[in-house]
């Protein structure tokens, strides 16, 4: 699928809408979710222009796949649930109801997870 320079994430990445910045670096901007699901539920993107997982790790280089990860983590560190635990989740095309067609991670956290990995 095409990437669309204007999806809401992109638009963010200029600058163009606001957010509520987390932590970035030279790959990676992280921002709190607008509609968030747990007391800690964050948005870690790529700043390339990248759909899926597969579109990210097809076109960007082992920097930028690198840089994204740490930041994950980074993120993770500041929001402060390294210690007690977070999920990260990736939702990738159709079937995993992605809503937003640029590449992202949730870290979910700050309260106890369900055991369940999935709930339909
Ligand atoms: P999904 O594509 O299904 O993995 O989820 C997209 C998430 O993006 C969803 O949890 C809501 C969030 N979201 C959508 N629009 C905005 C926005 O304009 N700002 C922020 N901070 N989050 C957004």
């Given at each position: 699928m095409a990437y669309d320079p204007?999806?809401?994430f992109a638009r963010i990445l200029r600058g163009e809408?606001?957010?509520?910045?987390?932590?970035e670096n030279d790959h990676a901007l992280a921002f709190n979710?607008?509609?968030p699901l747990m007391?800690?539920?964050?948005?870690?993107i790529p700043k390339g222009p990248y759909v899926t997982l597969a579109d990210m790790?097809?076109?960007?280089?082992?920097?930028?796949?690198?840089?994204?990860?740490?930041?994950?983590?980074?993120?993770a560190r500041l929001a402060g649930v390294e210690d007690e635990g977070y999920r990260?989740?990736?939702n990738n095309g159709r079937h995993a109801n992605q809503?937003?067609?640029?590449?992202?991670?949730?870290i979910f956290g700050g309260r106890q997870i369900g055991g369940r990995m999935i709930k339909s």
């Open positions: 204007n999806n809401i809408l606001p957010c509520q910045k987390v932590y979710d607008i509609n007391p800690v539920h964050i948005l870690v790790t097809a076109k960007a280089t082992a920097e930028e796949i690198a840089g994204f990860l740490a930041a994950v983590a980074e993120t990260i989740v990736g809503e937003v067609l640029h590449f992202h991670v949730h």
